[in-house]
């Protein structure tokens, strides 16, 4: 079993900025594939960003220069820095570790981000 704990969510004005992380623990199994994916209200959930243990990262296009994922390998972390926030980025944003070659997905609780003046 593997745990995903998210954190850092919360309300910011457009423009801002904030920081999610998500700690995995458990049966950590690689080359793996650690990343957020979020949903809108009425909206069905999407890729925002991810990172594979080799490092090779890949994002939504509506989050390429405003967005930043990275990991620490080491602490099974993976972090989504997020700039230039804009009021069509609030959803929850959902942790998600994929294990490559053995095909089994793990997910967080999610964290609200609200994005609002």
């Known amino acids: 079993q593997v745990q995903l704990v998210e954190s850092g969510g919360g309300l910011v004005q457009p423009g801002g900025s904030l920081r999610l992380s998500c700690a995995a623990s458990g049966n950590i199994f690689r080359p793996n594939a650690m990343g957020w994916y979020r949903q809108a209200p009425g909206k069905e959930r999407e890729l925002v960003a991810r990172?594979?243990?080799?490092?090779?990262?890949n994002y939504a296009d509506s989050v390429k220069s405003r967005f930043t994922i990275s990991r620490n390998n080491a602490q099974n972390t993976v972090y989504l820095q997020m700039n230039s926030l804009k009021p069509d980025d609030t959803a929850i944003y959902y942790c998600n570790i994929h294990f490559l070659g053995i095909g089994i997905d793990y997910w967080g609780k999610g964290t609200l981000v609200t994005v609002s003046s």
């Open positions: 990172i594979r243990s080799d490092g090779s990262t």
